[in-house]
């Protein structure tokens, strides 16, 4: 058994974007040559500031598009929670001072 491979339940989690590579491969009896370029799906992602492409050839797409979506909404709910800490800070620090002046 790999240990590599994730368990069902814990599901993809992705950072980046789903894209689609188009290219012509060059050769001249292919159909790319005149017509449509090959077109491979990939994830396009960042690591330090650099993107970096994973091509996805075999993997199921909906999936990856679920990862995507899941790891855009963890991080839309931890800018939520960033955001009302903020504010929280804010509050005990003007109660702070408020009791200070008195
Ligand atoms: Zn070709």
Same mark, same amino acid.
């Given at each position: 058994?790999?240990?590599?491979?994730?368990?069902?339940?814990?599901?993809?989690?992705?950072?980046?974007?789903?894209?689609?590579?188009?290219?012509?491969?060059?050769?001249?009896?292919?159909?790319?040559?005149?017509?449509?370029?090959?077109?491979?799906p990939a994830l396009?992602?960042?690591?330090?500031?650099?993107?970096?492409?994973?091509t996805l050839g075999?993997v199921?797409?909906?999936?990856?598009? +679920?990862? /995507?979506?899941?790891?855009? %909404?963890? *991080?839309? !709910?931890?800018?939520?929670?960033? #955001? +009302?800490? /903020?504010?929280?800070?804010? %509050?005990? *620090?003007? !109660?702070?001072?408020?009791?200070? #002046?008195?």
């Open positions: 058994m790999s240990t590599s491979r994730r368990s069902a339940e814990e599901p993809l989690v992705l950072r980046g974007s789903l894209i689609v590579l188009r290219r012509r491969c060059g050769k001249p009896g292919c159909h790319c040559a005149t017509g449509d370029p090959h077109e491979t396009s992602y960042s690591v330090e500031g650099r993107t970096r492409m994973l075999g199921e797409l909906s999936e990856v598009q +679920a990862a /995507i979506a899941r790891y855009e %909404a963890a *991080r839309g !709910e931890l800018e939520r929670q960033a #955001r +009302a800490s /903020i504010e929280a800070l804010r %509050a005990r *620090r003007a !109660e702070t001072k408020a009791g200070r #002046r008195r």
